[in-house]
């Protein structure tokens, strides 16, 4: 962090700090005072960039900020290789040179969003996920049956621990780690992937990503999760939920050519000798 304020002091760069971040930051470094920001409305078009420093889990979260502002994010990956967060904390001066020098590109990536019938007020202010949208078990052991509809057809219903709808961007997440396929990002799809199914035919199936999606989910008990992203609300027994691709994209900057496929090489060990 300390590198990255030193390189936008530099560069004179104009720069707002998330509120909470900054109060926390203060007592680790030594930082002037900075202006912050704590609400997604503070933040508009006309800022140029937003960096994030840490890892997916860390753009996820920042997805909620930005919302449909339309502000690329540059990720700086503190840990290990992300699939979002390319920017290597070793490079990030050069990351800034080649910003301002213009060379870079910038990625649209597809997100979901979800309606219920009734609403739920888990919903009303963050409905949308970059990732994934699930549904799963809340307070049972047993499985649960989730009625699926595609675009009204019904389809089947999955009798299993849970179900995910994935965007491309997260198909290399919670669906790949149940069996789901990978898909590039720039891929026009979702993928339906069964959590643990109890029938093995039950497979992940990718769907065109102008499908709407209806759910309908029922067990032994009255209450389930759904998740979006990371967040998590809960809903009953036979609520009708509506998946579908959202109105906004997110936009992922990308430098230095570290591109998803060049990510994914060195992410899963493809093409190199791991006998060693």
Known sequence: MEELLQALKIHKIEFVIEQNY??????????LKAETFSTHTELDASFNFMFTLGGDGTIL??????????????????GRLGFLATVKKEEIATAIELLLQKKY??????????????????????????NEVSV?????????????????????????????????????????????????????????????PHNLNARPLVIPDETKIKLI??????????????RITTINSKTEIFIEKSTFTLKIVEINHQTFIKTLRDKLLWGQDVRN
């Open 61 to 78: 979260r920042a997805v909620t900020y930005i919302r449909d502002s339309n502000i690329p994010i540059v990720g700086i990956n503190t």
């Open 105 to 130: 590109l910038v990625h649209k990536r597809t997100l979901l969003s979800v309606t219920t019938t009734p609403k739920n007020e888990g919903l009303t202010y963050l409905n949308f996920a970059l």
């Open 136 to 196: 799963s078990r809340k307070n049972t052991a047993s499985m649960i049956t989730v009625e699926t509809y595609l675009d009204e057809e019904y389809l089947t219903s999955y009798w299993a621990d849970g179900l995910i709808i994935s965007t491309p961007t997260g198909s290399t997440g919670y669906s790949l780690s149940c069996g789901g396929p990978i898909l590039i990002p720039q891929a026009k799809s979702f993928v339906l992937t069964p959590i643990a």
């Open 22 to 31: 900054y109060l926390d930051l203060k007592k680790h470094i030594n930082i």
């Open 217 to 230: 989910v029922s067990g032994r008990e009255n209450k389930f999760f759904l998740s979006l992203d990371s």
